[in-house]
């Protein structure tokens, strides 16, 4: 009984990236006559190569997806590595430091959690904008990091690290930056990689952001691209080539997710408390 | 919650800090402001001569039905994700909890859909559904059922729904798996003893402990329906047809940068604002009474 439900929703929840992977190894021709198949031909290699190497089907506006993906993969890691970085040492300062307004610069970071970019779209492209930062990697990253989950992960776990560790680095006249370095760096290291696996999937989504701030192709990210072609509407779409781009675009994520199980759902867990 | 050993350092930590503040000023707190400084004003269409009109952008706002409608359909449209959502990972975590063989495999195509971004989502569903090729599409019309999310606004909004729920019912299974793993075996054997059924143990023993995670997880759906759903609505149906998945921050965008109605979409901007942050305040309140437990 538990296992026939567990069946139909496995069945239910896969089948939109069964039918991806289905559509993608098939000719244009073949997926433009209903009924669609629903068993993989052997056309995927041809189709994924294609759509690597020329986009989608040489439409104007259509960018080969290595360069989207390249673009994915930079936008990603730029936003896991710099949240991570800024938000690890304003934890620090915050939590092993006396100073002058320091609850106020708590309260800056603090009142940024959760609201999302959407909300302010409008004003955030403006000041974009007038920075100079459209069409830029800069411009894609920097603006998604401004976020406080991260320093409220970290300020939790170093308020966990027991006293007896900074007084003894104290004691032996070590700098606050070598405790940092050579303590509670590597201490922190499982937080590190659960939050990491999160932040790297939040950046390979985004999609209006992106959408915004690029005009040229260049900078084009593979999320918006494979939306921008569904969108396009086309006299005869080539849905082999948009759903070997759909693969492409949910093969890093997934890939992250599949392997790093153990992470993902620390870090998904860690984050919201 | 404070340190009792700190280090004494006079400008270091202000340099720590700084990267965060200076980002934060830059993109969040500067933003905000022109977001509700432009509500309070008007421009003309070439960016000059500014206005300030106090609350007028507010009033024309309230006065506009179309913005009502798209209020109550954001209400109708979360209660329809939350719920479904959580009805649906619930019933799949009570299962994976209770089978010990192939655990892992299920968990393991349960968590993929996280990994979908939700414009993408939008794709991989606009294609199932398509009203020529789509496959389930094809299915419905040969029980008779004729399915075009394209003409029909009330199956373009079930096809929203669709596809925003399954986007984020990986979420709510992990939370609700780990809730359930959790509650004490102990209890559960005891009430086995007792002659307690299947049914019986689950919703006077297992339901009412997971309350906190439920309530945690519909806040959490709440805002992810009000404002991650853009993605979604953007690839599948772009607020259409007419006006049918026209969601609050969908329009935000829309009448910002297609409608180019600046003080209208700040004042939309400032309102989900409010939104979010009270959303927020419930959802912080009830984790520090859930510290208590």
Same mark, same amino acid.
């Given at each position: 009984?538990?296992?026939?439900?567990?069946?139909?929703?496995?069945?239910?929840?896969?089948?939109?990236?069964?039918?991806?992977?289905?559509?993608?190894?098939?000719t244009?021709?073949?997926m433009?006559?209903?009924?669609?198949p629903?068993?993989p031909?052997?056309?995927?290699?041809?189709?994924i190569?294609?759509?690597?190497t020329?986009?989608?089907?040489?439409?104007?506006?259509?960018?080969?997806?290595?360069?989207t993906?390249?673009?994915?993969?930079?936008?990603?890691?730029?936003?896991?590595?710099?949240?991570?970085?800024?938000?690890?040492?304003?934890?620090?300062?915050?939590?092993?430091?006396?100073f002058?307004?320091?609850?106020?610069?708590?309260?800056?970071?603090?009142?940024?959690?959760? /609201?999302p970019?959407?909300?302010?779209?409008?004003?955030?492209?403006?000041?974009?904008?007038?920075?100079?930062?459209?069409?830029?990697?800069?411009?894609?990253?920097?603006?998604?990091?401004?976020?406080?989950?991260a320093?409220?992960?970290?300020?939790?776990?170093?308020?966990?690290?027991?006293?007896? /560790?900074?007084?003894?680095?104290?004691?032996?006249?070590?700098?606050?930056?070598?405790?940092?370095?050579?303590?509670? /760096?590597?201490?922190?290291?499982?937080?590190i990689?659960?939050?990491?696996?999160?932040?790297?999937?939040?950046?390979?989504?985004?999609?209006?952001?992106?959408l915004?701030?690029?005009?040229?192709?260049?900078?084009?990210?593979?999320?918006?691209t494979?939306?921008?072609?569904?969108?396009?509407?086309?006299?005869?779409?080539?849905?082999?080539? /948009?759903?070997?781009?759909?693969?492409?675009?949910?093969l890093?994520?997934?890939?992250?997710?599949?392997f790093?199980?153990?992470?993902?759902?620390?870090?998904?867990?860690?984050?919201?408390? | 919650?404070?340190?009792?050993?700190?280090?004494?350092?006079?400008?270091?930590?202000?340099?720590?800090?700084?990267?965060?503040?200076? !980002?934060?000023?830059?993109?969040?707190?500067?933003?905000?402001?022109?977001?509700?400084?432009?509500?309070?004003?008007?421009e003309?269409?070439?960016?000059?001569?500014t206005?300030?009109?106090w609350?007028?952008?507010?009033?024309?706002?309230?006065?506009?039905?179309? +913005?009502?409608?798209?209020?109550?359909?954001?209400?109708?449209?979360?209660?329809?994700?939350?719920?479904?959502?959580?009805? !649906?990972?619930l019933?799949?975590?009570?299962?994976?909890?209770?089978? !010990?063989?192939g655990?892992?495999?299920?968990?393991?195509?349960?968590?993929?859909?996280y990994?979908?971004?939700?414009?993408?989502?939008?794709?991989?569903?606009?294609?199932?559904?398509?009203?020529?090729?789509?496959?389930?599409?094809?299915?419905?019309?040969?029980?008779?059922?004729?399915?075009?999310?394209?003409?029909?606004?009330n199956?373009?909004?079930?096809?929203?729904?669709?596809?925003?729920?399954?986007?984020?019912?990986?979420?709510?299974?992990?939370?609700?798996?780990?809730?359930?793993?959790?509650?004490?075996?102990?209890?559960?054997?005891?009430?086995?003893?007792?002659?307690?059924?299947?049914?019986?143990?689950?919703?006077?023993?297992?339901?009412?402990?997971?309350?906190?995670?439920?309530?945690?997880?519909l806040?959490?759906?709440?805002? +992810?329906?009000?404002?991650?759903?853009?993605g979604?609505?953007?690839?599948?149906t772009?607020?259409?047809p007419?006006?049918?998945?026209?969601?609050?921050?969908?329009?935000? +965008?829309?009448?910002?940068?297609?409608?180019?109605?600046?003080?209208?979409?700040?004042?939309?901007?400032?309102?989900?604002?409010?939104?979010?942050?009270?959303?927020?305040?419930?959802?912080?309140?009830? !984790?520090?009474?859930?510290?208590?437990?």
């Amino acid at each position: 009984m538990s296992h026939l439900i567990l069946i139909i929703g496995v069945t239910v929840i896969a089948f939109p990236i069964w039918m991806t992977f289905v559509a993608a190894t098939h000719t244009q021709e073949i997926m433009l006559k209903p009924p669609v198949p629903i068993w993989p031909g052997t056309h995927l290699f041809e189709n994924i190569k294609l759509v690597l190497t020329e986009g989608y089907a040489n439409r104007p506006g259509s960018v080969p997806l290595y360069i989207t993906l390249t673009n994915s993969m930079i936008m990603a890691l730029g936003v896991a590595i710099g949240k991570i970085s800024i938000s690890i040492i304003s934890a620090f300062a915050i939590v092993y430091f006396r100073f002058p307004l320091r609850m106020l610069f708590f309260w800056a970071i603090f009142i940024t959690l959760m /609201l999302p970019i959407e909300v302010r779209i409008v004003p955030t492209y403006g000041v974009v904008a007038s920075l100079g930062m459209l069409d830029s990697y800069p411009g894609l990253i920097i603006p998604l990091i401004a976020s406080a989950t991260a320093t409220f992960l970290f300020r939790q776990f170093f308020l966990s690290v027991p006293d007896e /560790l900074a007084e003894a680095a104290r004691v032996d006249g070590a700098s606050p930056m070598r405790f940092f370095w050579d303590i509670l /760096l590597p201490m922190s290291r499982t937080s590190i990689a659960a939050l990491f696996v999160i932040q790297f999937i939040y950046g390979w989504k985004q999609y209006l952001w992106p959408l915004l701030i690029t005009t040229k192709e260049s900078f084009y990210t593979v999320v918006m691209t494979v939306s921008r072609q569904a969108n396009v509407v086309d006299a005869v779409p080539a849905w082999n080539l /948009l759903m070997a781009m759909a693969l492409l675009a949910m093969l890093p994520p997934v890939l992250v997710v599949v392997f790093m199980q153990r992470q993902f759902v620390r870090g998904l867990v860690e984050t919201e408390k | 919650m404070e340190k009792r050993v700190t280090f004494n350092e006079r400008w270091l930590p202000y340099f720590l800090v700084a990267p965060q503040i200076v !980002i934060t000023l830059v993109f969040f707190f500067w933003p905000s402001g022109q977001a509700i400084f432009q509500s309070v004003i008007t421009e003309d269409a070439f960016g000059g001569n500014t206005k300030f009109v106090w609350f007028d952008n507010f009033v024309h706002l309230f006065s506009d039905p179309g +913005y009502f409608d798209s209020v109550r359909l954001t209400v109708a449209f979360s209660a329809m994700v939350a719920s479904l959502g959580l009805a !649906i990972s619930l019933l799949l975590a009570v299962m994976a909890d209770r089978v !010990i063989r192939g655990a892992t495999f299920y968990k393991m195509i349960l968590v993929w859909p996280y990994a979908v971004a939700p414009a993408v989502a939008g794709v991989l569903w606009g294609f199932l559904f398509n009203p020529s090729v789509g496959v389930v599409a094809w299915m419905l019309s040969a029980i008779g059922i004729e399915f075009n999310y394209v003409v029909n606004g009330n199956q373009a909004l079930i096809l929203v729904v669709i596809a925003a729920v399954w986007n984020q019912v990986s979420y709510n299974f992990l939370f609700f798996l780990a809730g359930l793993q959790s509650i004490p075996k102990s209890l559960i054997e005891a009430a086995a003893i007792d002659g307690a059924g299947p049914g019986r143990r689950f919703w006077d023993i297992a339901f009412p402990l997971l309350s906190p995670t439920g309530f945690f997880l519909l806040v959490v759906n709440i805002i +992810y329906a009000f404002f991650d759903t853009f993605g979604v609505v953007s690839a599948l149906t772009s607020g259409g047809p007419g006006q049918s998945t026209n969601i609050l921050v969908y329009k935000v +965008y829309n009448d910002g940068f297609r409608g180019q109605d600046l003080g209208g979409s700040s004042a939309q901007s400032v309102i989900l604002m409010a939104i979010v942050i009270l959303l927020t305040f419930v959802q912080f309140r009830f !984790i520090e009474r859930r510290v208590h437990y």
